[in-house]
């Protein structure tokens, strides 16, 4: 099972690269988003989208709508399971 943490492109760090700064609840990372560019959607025009970020990389885009949600299963699943370790 693999795991898909949403967040949003914040800048572009490098266009040959195709690297950018994506920001997860909170925390910048530099991740590859070479699997959401193509010649309809190039990097300098994902500055402000919303993806799914797996071990360093942009997998899709998604709407706000759908990160917000999932964001908040994702808090409400470690809550839960912090409160069960107690």
């Known amino acids: 099972m693999c795991l898909g943490i949403p967040g949003?492109?914040?800048?572009?760090?490098?266009?040959?690269?195709k690297l950018?700064?994506?920001n997860v609840a909170g925390v910048k990372r530099q991740v590859n988003i070479a699997c959401i560019v193509n010649e309809q959607h190039p990097a300098e025009s994902c500055v402000g989208d919303w993806v799914l970020v797996h071990v360093g990389f942009a997998m899709n885009r998604i709407n706000e709508k759908e990160?917000?949600?999932t964001l908040k299963l994702l808090e409400e699943l470690a809550e839960a399971i912090s409160s069960y370790k107690r």
């Open 20 to 22: 950018a700064i994506v």
């Open 8 to 17: 949003q492109i914040t800048e572009i760090t490098d266009i040959n690269q």
């Open 67 to 69: 990160a917000a949600e």
